[in-house]
């Protein structure tokens, strides 16, 4: 309930405005969003990488403007250079949401947003790394995934991402369990409707564990994308039971969600990635991590109520 009001809270330009002109939440955005230029991304994509991965995400979604996209698409050119002139681009990737990159246009949404995409992959093949295509709410999966299988035509490593809370997702986890293939399993972050999703917590969590297995049994690169400890015991003992060598899957989390677990996950031996999002775009991302957690949005109302 709480949660379904934040995500809907996260497409108001009024909530938009008020939450972005109070200076009290900035601490609390700034848990989360690494910062608001390409400077700040390297600066935290140099720190983390000393013992883990990094995907940097440039923040924005759902555009209408065409010239917006092609922004996005020189955002990423401009981050991928960069990774490559600092010698990260083997510790670091890059997250893009095709939303962001012309897929909601009216006219030719899904050949834009596939071109766009394109053009990041190819800058991310000259820095040495790859890109994963973040996954948005249901109704444009069936595009996403058709623009993942156009990209791996030539880009074999383009990564795409299921969300478990989709009852369609333990069939898309079979059909992309090939080899080679890079699936990030996470939750789901929006809120869908019972005919789409399962709705209830321990729903969730079995159908991610359906996932995680059939995804552990293929012959892809499984990327365990949580914070919830007993999945990670169930995904290590899972990958353990497959024969997997540890090379072939990892774990990842957000920026700034339970730090010492991933320490500790990438001190075991264990690839940790942690999925870093920065740029001035960040309210819907923000308002989305708040309603993950009761104890994000007491913060987050105290300073709302000490603004007044
Ligand atoms: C690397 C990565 C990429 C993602 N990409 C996508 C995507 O492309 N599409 C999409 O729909 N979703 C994406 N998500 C979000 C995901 O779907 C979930 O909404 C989010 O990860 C919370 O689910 P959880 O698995 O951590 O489990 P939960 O049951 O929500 O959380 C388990 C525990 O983790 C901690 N925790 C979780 N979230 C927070 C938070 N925001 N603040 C503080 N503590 C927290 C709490 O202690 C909580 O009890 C991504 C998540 C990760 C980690």
Known sequence: ??????????????????VERTP?????????????DVDAAIRIA???SRDRLVTLDHLGEDTLDRGQAEQTVEAYRTVLARLADEGLGGRAE??????ALGQALPVDGDKIALDNTRRICEAAAAAGTTVTVDM?????????????????VDFPGTGTV????????????ADFAGPGSRIRLCKGAYDEPASAAYRDRSEVDASYVRCLKVLMNGQGYPMVATHDTRLIDIA???????GRA????????????????QEQLAGRGLRMRVYVPYGTEWYPYFMRRLGERPANLTFFLQALARRG
């Open 236 to 242: 290590e003992h899972l990958a353990a039971e497959a």
């Open 1 to 18: 309930m709480l949660r379904s009001a934040l995500i809907a809270a996260s497409r108001s330009a009024g909530c938009r405005t008020l």
């Open 136 to 152: 948005e709410d249901h109704t444009t999966t069936d595009s996403t995934l058709g623009i993942v299988r156009a990209l791996r």
């Open 162 to 173: 299921l969300q478990a809370y989709l009852k369609r997702t333990e069939a898309d986890c």
């Open 46 to 48: 140099h720190e983390l």
């Open 24 to 36: 009290l939440l900035r601490p609390i955005v700034d848990r989360f969003v690494a910062g608001s």
């Open 94 to 99: 890059v997250s893009v949401k095709l939303s």
């Open 246 to 261: 540890r090379d072939t899957y990892e774990f990842q989390m957000l920026y700034g969600v339970r730090p010492q677990v």
